[in-house]
């Protein structure tokens, strides 16, 4: 018969193991705020002592507004007042930038929280950012553990956190609410939950862009495990993983159809995102895997154009190494199908960094924590560009 110590005993490792997975990734979360934090205060004090110009709401300036720079404005337009229903032209008749290149979800969210911070949709976007960041640590620290081992998450966590752009988990932008979702869908996916996919999956879409690789990685999964088990695949999972499939794609397509829907004018959305488009290149119009070479041809001519080959060549390289493939189908799916879509609809500008967070499982892998001298010195470098990082986009570019 067993001693209640004996029971104890054994138990012990499984709550520890349940203890560590809340309160590692919490606390990493918890001391990159403290960095974070500071190296943004910091440079708001001295930039207004200074009287330098940077990209923030000046109507009432003050370090919440200071963290809801650049593109934060359209998500305070969208929580306060919607989306427009007539599109805004310029001069030539062409559409100007507006909110309809936002989605809703974090407007929402900031909507609902406002009134608690009364009324301030800064306070409450910084609010929601960092508790979603919170979120995200938390689920990417599981989705590694469950690929990989307490070590490898650990450190991807940490390196994820203390990153170049880990100041984005807590400014008034939507990128640590999408991360959230995300990281909580290839959780449930890993973990074959794959019900819970499809409503993670649906509310990312209309986060931000980029979950159709997503529904490519559902897919992906769908084929491995018929490859593998052929007829022992139940019909209930098959099932489960066709309609969450069909549903996040259904979801990730649906935007541009709402603008134009709203607006009454075909491609309002695509029109509006090329708006972002003409400072760099001019204007253009959209085709598919063109617009690395479209903005590398217009700066480096031929260079740019061999230099963008060289890069997508590094990346195939990269996304066929063991050691990244070792993090499981799952995760290799979803990251290289996600880079696709970078190189598929993105311009690369300033911008980049901040839209290769989703990409952050591949921080469990070989070529970062392989070793803990490796992983510090990648954590060393992710801390010291962060200050560089927050210059740079505050004072000369937009993130």
């Not at 009287?51 to 359209?74: M, N």
């Not at 499939?245 to 979801?251: D, E, P, R």
Request: glycine share 8%; with cysteine.
């Amino acid at each position: 018969m067993t001693s209640a110590a004996e029971t104890t005993r054994a138990s012990r490792p499984a709550l520890e193991a349940r203890h560590s997975a809340w309160t590692t990734p919490l606390l990493l979360w918890l001391a990159s705020r403290v960095v974070s934090t500071a190296l943004l205060a910091t440079v708001y004090v001295v930039a207004t002592a200074n009287g330098w110009t940077f990209a923030s709401y000046r109507r009432d300036p003050s370090f919440f507004t200071f963290s809801g720079s650049w593109d934060a404005s359209f998500y305070r337009i969208i929580a306060q007042h919607g989306y427009p229903t007539t599109l805004p032209l310029d001069d030539a008749g062409h559409v100007a930038p507006n909110a309809w290149a936002f989605l809703p979800v974090f407007p929402a969210l900031v909507r609902v929280v406002m009134p608690l911070t009364g009324g301030a949709f800064w306070v409450a976007g910084v609010l929601v950012s960092a508790l979603a960041g919170a979120g995200a640590c938390v689920l990417l620290y599981r989705l590694v553990l469950a690929v990989g081992c307490s070590h490898r998450a650990r450190w991807a966590t940490a390196l994820f956190a203390f990153a170049p752009t880990g100041f984005l988990l807590q400014v008034a932008y939507a990128e640590s609410t999408f991360l959230l979702l995300l990281f909580g869908a290839l959780l449930a996916l890993v973990r074959r939950r794959y019900w819970l996919v499809a409503p993670l999956g649906l509310v990312a879409a209309f986060t931000k862009p980029g979950v159709l690789a997503l529904a490519v990685a559902l897919a992906v999964h769908l084929v491995v495990r018929w490859v593998q088990e052929r007829r022992a695949l139940p019909v209930r999972d098959a099932v489960a993983i066709v309609v969450s499939g069909l549903v996040v794609a259904a979801a990730g397509l649906a935007w541009p159809v709402i603008a134009s829907a709203v607006t009454g004018r075909p491609n309002a959305y695509l029109d509006t995102e090329l708006s972002w488009w003409v400072g760099f290149v001019g204007r253009q119009h959209f085709a598919p895997l063109t617009p690395w070479f479209t903005m590398a041809g217009t700066w480096l001519g031929p260079l740019g154009i061999v230099l963008v080959v060289a890069v997508l060549a590094g990346a195939v390289w990269f996304w066929w190494r063991r050691d990244v493939r070792a993090l499981g189908i799952d995760v290799w799916a979803f990251t290289a199908s996600y880079g696709l879509y970078l190189v598929a609809v993105f311009l690369p500008q300033q911008s980049l960094p901040r839209l290769l967070m989703p990409m952050a499982p591949l921080l469990g892998s070989d070529v970062f924590v392989r070793t803990r001298r490796r992983a510090v010195t990648w954590l060393v470098v992710g801390v010291c560009l962060q200050p560089v990082a927050i210059v740079l986009l505050w004072f000369l570019g937009y993130p």
